[in-house]
């Protein structure tokens, strides 16, 4: 892949369409108001009433919240200090937040126009042939943009998938888990393990436990 310049805005929230209660169920503290703090970014459980899924997400140190059709808004620049939550799973950390677009340029010039750069870029196979993605640093996590594996009209926006947990010991987790995390098994990522949230957990989007 080749290396970009970067001066990636940060990440400061992402809002899910899940109940509170499906992520305390998998060993995540949550406040009573809906927020989970992991790491330094807060997912904000709102419910069904915001869509399915992540349903957007707020960035600091951004341009314009024109984003290629992803739901932005811009949060403050310093935001309120927090401190991360004690997650009896072990959750340390979001790692990555997925995106897909049928146009990949498009959307790559959309993010430039509100100052954000990949870090990196290039060309994966996949089982339904080459595909383009591109990484952005949004402070500690880091968005993946993916090319539609199977892409609609071009005219279509990009969309937000699902998104990547730091944990500290997998297999801990898996132990408390149980039934509700799938099969550990090798990250793309040379050296770190991975396992995905089963749907019996009830979560609107995709959710993957990582090692770091």
Do not use: Y
């Amino acid at each position: 892949m080749n290396a970009i310049r970067t001066a990636s805005p940060v990440l400061e929230e992402l809002l899910l369409g899940d109940e509170p209660e499906a992520w305390r169920r998998l060993g995540f503290e949550v406040h009573p108001d809906g927020v989970c703090r992991v790491g330094a970014v807060r997912l904000r459980l709102a419910g069904s009433g915001v869509g399915e899924g992540v349903a957007g997400w707020s960035l600091s140190g951004i341009e314009t919240t024109d984003l290629d059709g992803l739901p932005t808004t811009i949060a403050p620049t310093e935001p309120a200090e927090s401190e991360p939550a004690a997650h009896p799973n072990g959750a340390a950390a979001l790692d990555h937040v997925v995106a897909f677009t049928p146009d990949i340029a498009r959307t790559l010039a959309a993010f430039a126009a509100a100052g954000i750069e990949p870090r990196r870029s290039g060309e994966i196979q996949s089982s339904q042939g080459p595909r383009q993605m591109a990484f952005f640093r949004l402070g500690e996590a880091v968005l993946e943009l993916v090319q539609a594996p199977e892409p609609g009209p071009r005219s279509q926006p990009a969309a937000f998938w699902g998104l990547v947990v730091i944990v500290r010991d997998i297999d801990a987790a898996a132990d408390q888990l149980g039934p509700l995390l799938g099969r550990i098994k090798d990250a793309v990522q040379p050296g770190r393990r991975i396992a995905t949230i089963r749907p019996e957990a009830g979560l609107s989007a995709p959710l993957a436990l990582m090692t770091a």
